[in-house]
């Protein structure tokens, strides 16, 4: 089991940033690829942001490249995601995920999620 808590989260205005913290427990962190994911009121679950689990290795959802930047610290089992430039449209349940493909099918953890909102 790996247990995520995320925090960081909040209300800011349009333009201005927040970054997001993803402590995990449990199993060895750094065995998992590790990303974020977001859910607005009335849609479905989208994909921000992962990042392998050496780190080296990042992608993002289309709209956030150049405005937020994924992270980790496996020293710390704490993972993040610095968001800057945020909009109106960034507002959603933000969730963390912990990933590692084990015997042929792919281990899922997830974090209770956190909400951030952005006015404009």
């Known amino acids: 089991q790996v247990q995520l808590v995320e925090s960081g989260g909040g209300l800011v205005q349009a333009g201005g940033s927040l970054r997001l913290s993803c402590a995990a427990s449990?199993?060895?962190?750094?065995?998992?690829?590790m990303g974020w994911l977001r859910q607005a009121p009335g849609k479905e679950r989208e994909f921000v942001a992962a990042?392998?689990?050496?780190?080296?290795?990042?992608n993002y959802l289309d709209s956030v490249k150049g405005r937020f930047t994924i992270s980790r610290d496996n020293a710390k089992n704490t993972v993040y995601l610095q968001m800057n430039s945020l909009t109106p449209e960034d507002t959603a349940v933000y969730y963390c995920?912990?990933?590692?493909?084990?015997?042929?099918?792919?281990?899922?953890?997830w974090g209770q999620g956190i909400q951030v909102s952005v006015s404009s």
């Open positions: 995920n912990a990933r590692k493909y084990v015997n042929s099918a792919w281990q899922d953890y």
């Open positions: 449990g199993r060895t962190f750094s065995n998992y690829a």
């Open positions: 990042i392998s689990w050496t780190g080296k290795n990042t």
